[in-house]
């Protein structure tokens, strides 16, 4: 299971939000480069990042604080925004225009994914400020008959709470497609991770994770090392 480090950025620095409400922002940086180094340093294998003025605005807004984290990384990992490079991540995009999103798969095969957030399995578009009517497990199913790599799951009501993943949505989406899928929102310690794994292991690719690491409830190194450890037995 990868433990995927997330950089969220607003105004061009590093923040995380509760809940998705882009005026509940804490700033952990000024410095995103820095940040990506420091996740890589520490072992990430995989960086996720969001433009989240660029998910209000419907296009990119801090390509600039992007094109830095790039030249940090210098190749080292993949690297997933909403925008794209190793990944592209698509999110109101496919929900609103599923014809762009079957083009871009065909486009790019193997590097088009999907962030589907959600509240009460609800899917939520436009920077999470829109709630759909469409159900997250039937659009999962949709969109991996159109060829996209693998689903970002994200449970808004947790995202930014440190309260725990929901397992019990992620495990039954997972179950539900063959396409890899990534939890987000909610890991606030080390046992939350070591919940996932004991009910997802074969199931979640990996867990995305944000304020837990910001405010040091999670020590990136120490997790990585933890869920290698529990793979080898």
């Not at 105004?11 to 509940?24: F, S």
């Not at 520490?42 to 992007?66: S, T, W």
């Not at 995009?93 to 014809?99: E, I, Q, S």
Request: negative net charge; hydrophobic residues 45%; glycine residues 12%.
């Amino acid at each position: 299971m990868l433990l995927i480090p997330a950089i969220d950025l607003k105004d061009g620095r590093c923040v995380r939000l509760r809940q998705g409400d882009m005026a509940d922002a804490t700033v952990f940086s000024s410095d995103p480069a820095g940040i990506a180094r420091g996740w890589v340093e520490a072992g990430a294998q995989r960086l996720h990042l969001v433009d989240l003025n660029g998910a209000v605005a419907g296009k990119p807004v801090n390509e600039a604080a992007i094109r830095s984290i790039v030249r940090a990384v210098d190749g080292r990992v993949p690297i997933q925004p909403n925008g794209g490079l190793s990944y592209v991540i698509i999110g109101t995009a496919a929900v609103k225009n599923p014809g762009f999103l079957r083009d871009a798969c065909g486009a790019f095969p193997g590097q088009v994914i999907v962030g589907l957030d959600a509240r009460e399995g609800r899917v939520a578009t436009d920077g999470w400020s829109k709630l759909s009517g469409h159900d997250v497990v039937d659009l999962a199913r949709k969109f991996e008959g159109y060829g996209v790599d693998a689903i970002i799951y994200t449970d808004i009501g947790r995202d930014g709470m440190l309260g725990g993943v929901n397992i019990e949505s992620t495990v039954r989406l997972a179950a539900e497609v063959e396409i890899p899928v990534f939890a987000s929102g909610g890991v606030g310690s080390l046992e939350d991770i070591e919940a996932l794994c004991n009910a997802a292991a074969d199931s979640v690719a990996g867990v995305i994770l944000g304020r837990a690491l910001y405010e040091g409830a999670v020590d990136l190194r120490t997790a990585i090392e933890r869920v290698k450890s529990r793979s080898a037995r």
